[in-house]
């Protein structure tokens, strides 16, 4: 009897001490790690239970997903891109692994404003949960604008230009971003001050002006005549004016071939 009492007692504490060991072998931390690059997310990992825990994607991640997306489409034509995201307004669960914030392209380019976008979170690689993101889109680019008051035909200078941030609506914009584009024209219109410029309000300047004095030259094979004349136009180099001759009061079809000087076929 006191054999059998003393073999139940050995196996009993073999069993509670296997069951501590079992324990001490499931036991463990949980660990989060969550990655804001990129519109990255890392699941965290419940080692106690041995599962992959549920996350959340952030509007915050999904409006960095989506602007860098627009960075990327619009890198040539907009200087900078800000998205609030709307809707949704709560995070969104999502589970399996390392996730990555993807934007499905749309049929066409669209342009700044209110949009909605189709996002996908790409698990481990592979194609996952896609949600509707609704977000107000803003864009700015660096205008050329006069930094005083042009006149019209008056020429213009890279001392009388700056740029300014400025917020637009269309992607394709009709502002002029480069200088280069401005300086040495003349206005078509006066110019105020901070006023964001467009290729219409400049022309090359004239070289010509209505009621100037020229010099009319025309000249076939090795005869060439000469004449003074008066302009009835204004015009640019190439440009075709009205000139009329001071000898003979007849007037002309003439080319703008330089300052002060037309040319007339005969």
């Not at 998205?83 to 399996?96: A, C, H, K, R, T």
């Amino acid at each position: 009897m006191c054999r059998l009492l003393s073999l139940f007692l050995l196996m009993s504490t073999g069993l509670v001490g296997a069951a501590s060991a079992g324990t001490g072998a499931s036991s463990g931390e949980t660990r989060s790690i969550v990655s804001h690059n990129k519109g990255s997310v890392h699941q965290p990992i419940d080692h106690a239970v041995g599962r992959v825990a549920v996350s959340e994607v952030t509007p915050d991640l999904m409006s960095r997903a989506i602007q860098k997306y627009l960075e990327d489409e619009w890198v040539h034509k907009i200087k900078t891109v800000t998205v609030s995201v709307l809707e949704p307004s709560d995070p969104m669960q999502v589970s399996g692994g390392a996730v990555e914030l993807r934007v499905i392209p749309g049929s066409s380019e669209e342009s700044p404003g209110r949009r909605v976008f189709q996002v996908e979170a790409v698990i481990n690689g592979k194609p996952g949960k896609i949600v509707q993101v609704l977000a107000d889109v803003a864009a700015s680019i660096d205008a050329v604008v006069p930094s005083r008051l042009v006149k019209t035909d008056e020429l213009i200078q890279a001392g009388d230009l700056k740029t300014a941030r400025t917020r637009v609506y269309q992607v394709n914009h009709p502002f002029v971003t480069d200088q280069s584009e401005v300086i040495g024209r003349s206005a078509t219109r006066p110019l105020p001050p901070d006023a964001p410029l467009r290729s219409a309000f400049v022309r090359l300047p004239l070289v010509v002006k209505k009621g100037d004095r020229v010099l009319i030259q025309a000249q076939r094979g090795g005869l060439s005549i000469r004449a003074y004349g008066i302009t009835k136009s204004s015009g640019q180099v190439g440009q075709s004016i009205t000139v009329a001759n001071l000898d003979s009061g007849r007037e002309l079809r003439a080319t703008v071939v330089a300052p002060s000087i037309v040319q007339v076929e005969f």
